[in-house]
């Protein structure tokens, strides 16, 4: 299953709640963000609950790294593992394509940083945007 339209959505969510001054940015980039999805299109992995939609998580090759792009869970199936699912997938499929570095980015008051680390990713300081740095060994 392919769901581009609820991938926007996703992502189109996750702006206007944690994000909401760069939400017209966002939109302007709309084009690279769609290339970005298509050009990593096999690192895309959808979460299904009963045949419903119930989130995504896309990764990218980062030099040395595999670099979690973005990970939604649909608000109806937060709290019941589909996250941390997801997140297993992509360390999974960055060390079946040899990767053995995990890196990923999260707004220190996003609650998702919370899954990160019980998920074994250790903080590695700040980056861009004063978002936390994470790391972990696939």
């Known amino acids: ?6 991938i926007y ?8 709640r944690w994000e909401p001054e760069h939400e017209i940015t966002w939109r302007l980039q709309l084009e690279r963000h ?7 299109f096999e690192r895309l992995t959808i979460a299904l609950m009963d045949d419903h939609f119930a989130g995504y998580s896309l990764w990218t090759p980062d030099q040395n790294y595999a670099e979690l792009c973005t990970i939604h869970v649909v608000a109806d199936y937060r709290r019941s593992g589909v996250g941390m699912a997801l997140l297993e997938a992509y360390a999974l499929d960055a060390a079946a394509q040899g990767f053995t570095q995990l890196s990923l980015s999260v707004r220190p008051d996003n609650p998702a940083k919370f899954m990160y680390q019980k998920a074994g990713f250790l903080c590695t300081g700040t980056g861009p945007h004063d978002y936390l740095t994470y790391e972990r060994h696939a």
């Not at 959505?9 to 206007?16: M, T």
């Not at 769609?34 to 990593?40: C, G, K, Q, V």
């Open 1 to 6: 299953m392919t769901d581009i339209p609820a």
């Open 9 to 16: 959505r996703g992502e189109e969510s996750y702006i206007r």
């Open 34 to 40: 769609l290339t970005r999805w298509i050009e990593n």
